[in-house]
């Protein structure tokens, strides 16, 4: 064989492997999430939700919101309020702000998670931004919101939750881009 067609061979395996776990990405970011105890979940149905409820106005639990941009992304990516107060059964609504700071088209998904566990299993998101993928022209700004609720038949021993957002990179090319992946049991 000679050195070209090993060559060949060589790149032609790297560009299979490349596409294989670019195609695994997801699942292998669900399994990790997993192994590490971190829940993740997606946006509901904007029929579903507190809809019907009982505000359970005899507690509070205390929401802190924070944000991180991985793979260097240059996105200023923040939320209008650091902290919230809610009853269970009620609605609330933070607003986030995206903001492209390079002149460049970045591409990038949204992806939460919630702790401590139990908060995450008892909660809805009526309206979310998360888990889709995103496009932001160079220098562009937008907003987006969520609305959330907790259910009433939350552990009265979760009092304090932390909402977490992240901001993965995301290649416009991948044979996923634009799909809104459902996480197993939201």
């Not at 809809?51 to 919101?65: H, M």
């Not at 907790?150 to 552990?155: A, Q």
Request: charged residues 25%.
């Amino acid at each position: 064989m000679s050195r070209n067609s090993k060559l060949l061979l060589i790149l032609v395996a790297a560009v299979i492997g490349m596409f294989g776990f670019g195609f695994a990405n997801i699942s292998l970011f669900k399994m990790f999430c997993s192994a590490v105890g971190i829940q993740i979940s997606s946006p509901k149905d904007l029929t579903q939700g507190a809809a019907g409820t009982q505000i359970d106005k005899s507690r509070e639990i205390k929401v802190l919101f924070t944000t991180a941009v991985n793979d260097k992304l240059p996105i200023l990516f923040e939320s209008d309020k650091s902290r919230s107060s809610v009853h269970p059964g009620a609605l609330d609504e933070v607003h986030y702000r995206f903001v492209n700071l390079s002149d460049d088209t970045l591409y990038f998904r949204p992806v939460h998670s919630i702790f401590p566990p139990e908060a995450n299993k008892k909660y809805d998101m009526i309206k979310c931004f998360c888990f889709q993928d995103m496009v932001l022209q160079p220098r562009e700004e937008v907003n987006h919101v969520l609305v959330y609720s907790f259910h009433g038949d939350l552990d009265p021993a979760v009092s304090r939750v932390t909402m977490h957002y992240t901001l993965f990179k995301r290649d416009p090319t991948a044979a996923d881009w634009g799909r809104i992946d459902k996480p197993e049991g939201k």
